[in-house]
């Protein structure tokens, strides 16, 4: 990557080739909300556009922190993280009803659940990262990360917001995998989950939640009202075929039959208009992107930067794989954004997030590999 | 200190196997994660590529949104193109549920600018709540032009409501035409329900209820259009799309000659009586009328309960169709008929029977309508005096089961191939059949009975006019009503054309050479009517009363009244139009409004028009004016009764009531009719001593 020597240095540094995916994707975006929009720049391509290249700037920032700060910092942010999350439930109670931001002022909102999804990956690696290798198949091992997993997940389960909760959850979940724990848990903890699901959705879930699995087990039971989502997103994808309506050609989105056309469901507008080769398009980037994650942390030195690395490349693989089930019918609409697509700064932070602290593993293993 | 551990041996875990079991595991998960890949794509190829024609449809049909034109339907036209029923231009206005906004002020306003009664505005309000989404739901229909363009001019105000014009069905001819041609109203939510037709819940759209418009449904329909409009999930129109005109359905053309309908519609005046005219050359029917009769216009706009039930309470049944549905005993309108019977079983018309008045079968005595007796008669003046005793005698002789045949023949308790429904077929009896339905034997009484037309005989208006068709024709002519249905070329009855000579004669004398329809005589030269008179009693003349003289029809209450027939052709010698005429509870009682006179005019009117026409005009203010002026005084007497206020502007309810021919009124009023006349036949059975309620003719000058 060094070869173009008239470039300085830190810029040369930069893992171009995932920059620039990353870059496609965000620019491609600006095309769909642009027509989500109607064939206008406002209101979502403009500010989704300029949010795009300040979050960016902070991921290539973020990549020059040393892998160590990360490590140093991660049990400090998770506290901190806890307590607003706390804090976020109290206003929320003094408010009445369900409350997920926190007002900053000067115009600035904080959703600390969106900041909890690297930071549960964080906290866990660390945790694993300090525990001595003899220790990992022991229950020391485990009801320590189950706890660290546990209380974000409940506290954000209570705002309630069942995509984020589902979210941490398995983002940590998969960093206690990766750091040895024994695989019979792992399997024996999807048996139970099986057994507990049916449970969950009749007792644990409110209303409405219990009604978005149900109509996800059966669209058509409800065809206009919650099943409506699944089904006009389903509508589409499907009547896009191979190459799409075309570009601003889409009359789901256009005609408004489409709901959340340019959040949840964006990649529903996409495909409406740019066909599967869209979708299979976007499908191969994010793979490029995870499985540059991946690689990253089979190259990292320290098990902390191993562990963080494949945690964080899981979270955006989950972002993405449970966004595109919910959007095509195969999982319940449980409210996960497509990062880089779907409208909003939160999955976009989330994701920038990620990228940058990946970034910067990816840096020190190449500086370490160096000699 | 002793720890849990959750390996089975415990095994040691080094920095290495630590780093060598992670790699093992990310590589796993990666493998997972293209698989997920894998199948997520695998998910949009599905969509896109193997259900795409599914999802491409819905997505159209969401796009686009299709509303349905009520096609016009096809006109019903008479033998020379003149319309029965049409359609008419109806302005109307609508309201489309997804652009109805502040509905309150909405509404408010259109029932100041269409003063909406309180009862429409519930029915609006109910109709919205159940309205889904574009399909318009009806505020109004028929408005007069100044409340409509009201409408029209004040539409910014009012949005989501819809002037358009439409087309409804017009009568012009009203309750002279009801029972022929029926009515069309909305569909009912069951027919809804059945066929799922979206065109069955689009306003503005009537299907037949009864009477021709809902058998020829299928010719007089036609095809719906289509009105396509792109929109958006809210509703908002984006762009008008092709429209797809409608296809009017096709013309139906009847034999009805509609001038001589509505004549002899008028013609019957204040009675409940039914006319068929049949041309004797083809077994077309002329005049199909059936009165009084409901206004189908009204009927097709829908009507309230208190009009239903007017029409429901009225004794004159203005809910049946007479001509098919009303059984009445013939009378001596068969009296030619049995007389070709004895013809073709070989008696002389020459041979004479004596009348005394009376004749002694077995125990009872069977008397002749006229009390002191008509002498000795042959066939012929048999006919022309309606002498009962000639028959009695005649028919005891020979036995019904040789008379029955010839009746059937002509037409009596036969079924015709009309578009139809709810007919009723009367009955011709013999011995087979008593025994069926009675588990009896014939008897004397009952051949004497059956003989003048009373007992167990009872046809309908349309049979009485198809014999006398027959007997004019000597043809067993088919009774039609669709132009393009006539049954031409009827074969010859088995009938000697001496003997249909000598039963011509004789009609022609109960006319014109001094016999009891002597009121029936035609006043235009070269044309002269043969026929013959009927009576028919509804009821028991005990020993004591007949003693005491019968009582008048007048002095009865109208329910016990005689039913007054005739049947004839015109002209005697060369026959060209047979007719039927019934009054039910008729009575003979005024002389202009009674059978002989009322066949006399409708045949003039077939001869010469403008008498016809001119006599009429004379008569008609006697008996209160014509259909529509003593309706709408019938009216307003039955809602002052009532205390009901007078009929509000475009009310409407009562869209789903049963067809008037199947209407429960109707049901009993027939049923009370069969019930009573089998009651007097089985009443005069053997057992049943009181043979002295023979039947009777009363003498009509």
Same mark, same amino acid.
């Given at each position: 990557?060094?070869?173009?020597?008239?470039?300085?240095?830190?810029?040369?540094?930069?893992?171009?080739?995932?920059?620039?995916?990353?870059?496609?994707?965000?620019?491609?975006?600006?095309?769909?909300?642009?027509?989500?929009?109607?064939?206008?720049?406002?209101?979502?391509?403009?500010?989704?556009?300029?949010?795009?290249?300040?979050?960016?700037?902070?991921?290539?920032?973020?990549?020059?922190?040393?892998?160590?700060?990360?490590?140093?910092?991660?049990?400090?942010?998770?506290?901190?993280?806890?307590?607003?999350?706390?804090?976020?439930?109290?206003?929320?109670?003094?408010?009445?009803?369900?409350?997920?931001?926190?007002?900053?002022?000067?115009?600035?909102?904080?959703?600390?659940?969106?900041?909890?999804?690297?930071?549960?990956?964080?906290?866990?690696?660390?945790?694993?990262?300090?525990?001595?290798?003899?220790?990992?198949?022991?229950?020391?091992?485990?009801?320590?990360?189950?706890?660290?997993?546990?209380?974000?997940?409940?506290?954000?389960?209570?705002?309630?917001?069942?995509?984020?909760?589902?979210?941490?959850?398995?983002?940590?979940?998969?960093?206690?995998?990766?750091?040895?724990?024994?695989?019979?848990?792992?399997?024996?903890?999807?048996?139970?989950?099986?057994?507990?699901?049916?449970?969950?959705?009749?007792?644990?879930?409110?209303?409405?939640?219990?009604?978005?699995?149900?109509?996800?087990?059966?669209?058509?039971?409800?065809?206009?009202?919650?099943?409506?989502?699944?089904?006009?997103?389903?509508?589409?994808?499907?009547?896009?075929?191979?190459?799409?309506?075309?570009?601003?050609?889409?009359?789901?989105?256009?005609?408004?039959?489409?709901?959340?056309?340019?959040?949840?469901?964006?990649?529903?507008?996409?495909?409406?208009?740019?066909?599967?080769?869209?979708?299979?398009?976007?499908?191969?980037?994010?793979?490029?992107?995870?499985?540059?994650?991946?690689?990253?942390?089979?190259?990292?030195?320290?098990?902390?930067?191993?562990?963080?690395?494949?945690?964080?490349?899981?979270?955006?693989?989950?972002?993405?794989?449970?966004?595109?089930?919910?959007?095509?019918?195969?999982?319940?609409?449980?409210?996960?954004?497509?990062?880089?697509?779907?409208?909003?700064?939160?999955?976009?932070?989330?994701?920038?997030?990620?990228?940058?602290?990946?970034?910067?593993?990816?840096?020190?293993?190449?500086?370490?590999?160096?000699? | 200190?002793?720890?849990?551990?959750?390996?089975?041996?415990?095994?040691?875990?080094?920095?290495?196997?630590?780093?060598?079991?992670?790699?093992?595991?990310?590589?796993?998960?990666?493998?997972?994660?293209?698989?997920?890949?894998?199948?997520?794509?695998?998910?949009?190829?599905?969509?896109?590529?193997?259900?795409?024609?599914?999802?491409?449809?819905?997505?159209?049909?969401?796009?686009?949104?299709? %509303?349905?034109?009520?096609?016009?339907?096809?006109?019903?036209?008479?033998?020379?193109?003149?319309?029965?029923?049409?359609?008419?231009?109806?302005?109307?206005?609508?309201?489309?549920?997804?652009?109805?906004?502040?509905?309150?002020?909405?509404?408010?306003?259109?029932?100041?600018?269409?003063?909406?009664?309180?009862?429409?505005?519930?029915?609006?309000?109910?109709?919205?709540?159940?309205?889904?989404?574009?399909?318009?739901?009806?505020?109004?229909?028929?408005?007069?032009?100044?409340?409509?363009?009201?409408?029209?001019?004040?539409?910014?105000?009012?949005?989501?409501?819809?002037?358009?014009?439409?087309?409804?069905?017009?009568?012009?001819?009203?309750?002279?035409?009801?029972?022929?041609?029926?009515?069309?109203?909305?569909?009912?939510?069951?027919?809804?329900?059945?066929?799922?037709?979206?065109?069955?819940? =689009?306003?503005?759209?009537?299907?037949?209820?009864?009477?021709?418009?809902? =058998?020829?449904?299928?010719?007089?329909?036609?095809?719906?259009?289509?009105?396509?409009?792109?929109?958006? +999930?809210?509703?908002?129109?984006?762009?008008?799309?092709?429209?797809?005109?409608?296809?009017?359905?096709?013309?139906?053309?009847?034999?009805?000659? +509609?001038?001589?309908?509505?004549?002899?519609?008028?013609?019957?005046?204040?009675?409940?009586?039914?006319?068929?005219?049949?041309?004797?050359?083809?077994?077309?029917?002329?005049?199909?009328?059936?009165?009084?009769?409901?206004?189908?216009?009204?009927?097709?706009?829908?009507?309230?309960?208190?009009?239903?039930?007017?029409?429901?309470?009225?004794?004159?049944?203005?809910?049946?169709?007479?001509?098919?549905?009303?059984?009445?005993?013939?009378?001596?309108?068969?009296?030619?008929?049995?007389?070709?019977?004895?013809?073709?079983?070989?008696?002389?018309?020459?041979?004479?029977?004596?009348?005394?008045? +009376?004749?002694?079968?077995?125990?009872?005595?069977?008397?002749?309508?006229?009390?002191?007796?008509?002498?000795?008669?042959?066939?012929?003046?048999?006919?022309?005096?309606?002498?009962?005793?000639?028959?009695?005698?005649?028919?005891?002789?020979?036995?019904?089961?040789?008379?029955?045949?010839?009746?059937?023949?002509?037409?009596?308790?036969?079924?015709?191939?009309?578009?139809?429904?709810?007919?009723?077929?009367? =009955?011709?009896?013999? %011995?087979?059949?008593?025994?069926?339905?009675?588990?009896?034997?014939?008897?004397?009484?009952?051949?004497?009975?059956?003989?003048?037309?009373?007992?167990?005989?009872?046809?309908?208006?349309?049979?009485?006019?198809?014999?006398?068709?027959?007997?004019?024709?000597?043809?067993?002519?088919?009774?039609?009503?669709?132009?393009?249905?006539?049954?031409?070329?009827?074969?010859?009855?088995?009938?000697?054309?001496?003997?249909?000579?000598?039963?011509?004669?004789?009609?022609?004398?109960?006319?014109?050479?001094?016999?009891?329809?002597?009121?029936?005589?035609?006043?235009?030269?070269?044309?002269?009517?043969?026929?013959?008179?009927?009576?028919?009693?509804?009821?028991?003349?005990?020993?004591?009363?007949?003693?005491?003289?019968?009582?008048?029809?007048?002095?009865?209450?109208?329910?016990?009244?005689?039913?007054?027939?005739?049947?004839?052709?015109?002209?005697?010698?060369?026959?060209?139009?047979?007719?039927?005429?019934?009054?039910?509870?008729?009575?003979?009682?005024?002389?202009?409004?009674?059978?002989?006179?009322?066949?006399?005019?409708?045949?003039?009117?077939?001869?010469?028009?403008?008498?016809?026409?001119?006599?009429?005009?004379?008569?008609?203010?006697?008996?209160?004016?014509?259909?529509?002026?003593?309706?709408?005084?019938?009216?307003?007497?039955?809602?002052?009764?009532?205390?009901?206020?007078?009929? +509000?502007?475009?009310?409407?309810?009562?869209?789903?009531?049963?067809?008037?021919?199947?209407?429960?009124?109707?049901?009993?009023?027939?049923?009370?009719?069969?019930?009573?006349?089998?009651?007097?036949?089985?009443?005069?059975?053997?057992?049943?001593?009181?043979?002295?309620?023979? %039947?009777?003719?009363?003498?009509?000058?």
């Amino acid at each position: 990557m060094s070869g173009l020597n008239f470039v300085p240095a830190p810029l040369a540094q930069l893992p171009w080739r995932i920059l620039l995916l990353v870059i496609a994707i965000g620019g491609f975006d600006l095309f769909v909300l642009y027509s989500a929009a109607g064939g206008s720049i406002r209101p979502w391509a403009l500010s989704q556009g300029i949010r795009f290249v300040v979050f960016l700037a902070g991921a290539i920032a973020l990549s020059r922190v040393r892998e160590t700060t990360w490590s140093s910092l991660a049990l400090p942010a998770y506290g901190v993280l806890c307590v607003l999350l706390v804090l976020v439930e109290l206003i929320g109670a003094v408010r009445g009803g369900g409350q997920r931001w926190l007002d900053l002022g000067i115009g600035f909102r904080l959703q600390p659940s969106e900041l909890m999804k690297p930071c549960i990956v964080l906290a866990c690696a660390k945790f694993y990262d300090m525990l001595p290798p003899n220790e990992t198949r022991r229950f020391g091992a485990i009801w320590p990360a189950a706890l660290l997993i546990l209380v974000p997940a409940a506290l954000v389960m209570k705002q309630p917001d069942l995509g984020t909760a589902l979210m941490i959850t398995i983002g940590g979940v998969t960093v206690m995998f990766l750091a040895g724990v024994p695989l019979r848990l792992f399997i024996g903890g999807a048996l139970a989950l099986g057994a507990a699901v049916p449970l969950t959705v009749n007792f644990v879930l409110r209303g409405y939640q219990r009604n978005r699995i149900m109509v996800f087990l059966d669209p058509e039971s409800d065809p206009l009202g919650i099943g409506y989502h699944i089904s006009q997103s389903k509508i589409a994808i499907g009547s896009g075929g191979i190459f799409g309506k075309g570009f601003l050609n889409g009359t789901q989105s256009h005609l408004d039959y489409l709901p959340e056309g340019h959040t949840d469901f964006a990649l529903a507008t996409m495909m409406e208009e740019w066909g599967l080769v869209g979708g299979v398009l976007l499908i191969i980037a994010f793979v490029g992107i995870v499985q540059w994650g991946l690689a990253a942390s089979l190259q990292a030195q320290s098990r902390f930067a191993r562990l963080t690395a494949a945690g964080l490349a899981a979270t955006i693989f989950y972002y993405v794989a449970i966004n595109m089930a919910m959007v095509m019918g195969l999982a319940p609409v449980v409210g996960v954004p497509l990062p880089l697509i779907s409208n909003g700064g939160s999955s976009q932070m989330t994701f920038m997030l990620c990228l940058g602290i990946l970034m910067s593993i990816d840096r020190t293993n190449r500086q370490t590999t160096r000699w | 200190m002793k720890r849990a551990t959750f390996a089975q041996s415990p095994r040691m875990v080094t920095e290495a196997s630590q780093s060598y079991s992670f790699s093992r595991r990310a590589i796993l998960l990666g493998g997972l994660q293209g698989a997920v890949g894998v199948a997520l794509a695998g998910r949009m190829a599905w969509l896109a590529i193997a259900e795409n024609a599914r999802y491409s449809s819905l997505s159209e049909s969401n796009r686009v949104n299709m %509303t349905l034109v009520p096609p016009r339907r096809g006109w019903i036209v008479d033998r020379h193109g003149v319309p029965i029923a049409n359609n008419r231009t109806d302005f109307r206005v609508d309201i489309i549920p997804d652009r109805l906004e502040n509905k309150g002020h909405v509404l408010g306003l259109l029932r100041d600018i269409l003063k909406l009664p309180p009862e429409e505005m519930d029915r609006l309000v109910a109709d919205l709540e159940h309205a889904a989404g574009f399909q318009p739901v009806q505020v109004a229909e028929n408005l007069d032009w100044e409340r409509f363009a009201a409408v029209s001019v004040r539409l910014p105000e009012l949005p989501g409501v819809a002037p358009t014009r439409g087309f409804s069905r017009s009568y012009p001819a009203g309750a002279a035409v009801a029972h022929l041609t029926g009515y069309v109203g909305a569909a009912s939510a069951e027919q809804y329900k059945q066929t799922r037709d979206p065109l069955m819940v =689009t306003p503005g759209f009537k299907l037949g209820k009864d009477g021709l418009e809902k =058998t020829l449904e299928s010719t007089l329909r036609g095809v719906a259009g289509q009105k396509r409009v792109e929109v958006t +999930a809210r509703g908002k129109l984006v762009a008008e799309l092709a429209t797809k005109p409608d296809q009017p359905g096709t013309n139906a053309r009847l034999t009805i000659d +509609a001038g001589l309908q509505e004549y002899a519609a008028r013609r019957l005046g204040t009675q409940s009586g039914s006319v068929v005219v049949i041309d004797v050359a083809t077994g077309e029917m002329l005049a199909m009328v059936s009165m009084p009769a409901y206004d189908p216009n009204t009927f097709s706009d829908g009507i309230s309960h208190l009009e239903w039930k007017m029409l429901s309470d009225n004794d004159h049944v203005p809910l049946m169709n007479k001509v098919l549905q009303g059984l009445y005993p013939p009378g001596s309108t068969v009296k030619p008929m049995n007389g070709l019977a004895l013809l073709g079983a070989g008696v002389p018309a020459s041979d004479r029977v004596v009348c005394t008045g +009376a004749l002694r079968v077995g125990t009872g005595i069977f008397h002749c309508h006229k009390k002191s007796g008509h002498g000795a008669l042959d066939l012929k003046n048999a006919i022309m005096q309606s002498c009962d005793i000639y028959f009695y005698e005649m028919i005891r002789r020979l036995g019904y089961d040789h008379v029955a045949p010839v009746a059937r023949r002509l037409g009596l308790g036969q079924k015709f191939d009309l578009p139809f429904n709810s007919q009723r077929y009367g =009955t011709v009896p013999d %011995t087979a059949w008593k025994l069926r339905r009675y588990k009896q034997p014939w008897t004397v009484p009952d051949s004497l009975n059956a003989s003048i037309g009373q007992g167990y005989v009872l046809t309908n208006p349309l049979q009485l006019a198809v014999m006398a068709s027959r007997l004019a024709s000597g043809r067993a002519l088919q009774p039609s009503i669709l132009a393009d249905h006539v049954h031409a070329d009827a074969p010859a009855l088995p009938i000697q054309p001496d003997h249909l000579q000598t039963i011509h004669e004789a009609m022609w004398g109960v006319v014109n050479g001094g016999g009891t329809g002597g009121a029936a005589r035609m006043l235009i030269p070269g044309v002269q009517l043969a026929g013959k008179t009927g009576t028919a009693q509804v009821r028991r003349i005990t020993m004591a009363e007949r003693a005491g003289g019968v009582l008048k029809n007048g002095a009865l209450p109208f329910k016990m009244r005689d039913h007054a027939l005739f049947q004839g052709f015109a002209p005697h010698d060369k026959p060209r139009y047979a007719i039927g005429v019934v009054l039910e509870h008729g009575g003979h009682t005024v002389r202009n409004l009674d059978t002989p006179a009322i066949a006399r005019d409708i045949m003039t009117y077939l001869f010469d028009r403008d008498r016809a026409l001119a006599s009429l005009a004379e008569a008609e203010p006697t008996w209160g004016g014509d259909i529509k002026t003593r309706m709408a005084a019938e009216t307003a007497v039955y809602r002052a009764a009532a205390g009901a206020p007078p009929l +509000a502007v475009g009310a409407q309810t009562e869209l789903n009531a049963t067809a008037p021919t199947d209407a429960p009124a109707v049901r009993a009023a027939s049923a009370a009719d069969v019930a009573a006349a089998e009651d007097l036949a089985n009443s005069a059975a053997p057992g049943n001593t009181v043979a002295e309620d023979g %039947t009777t003719e009363r003498d009509v000058p």
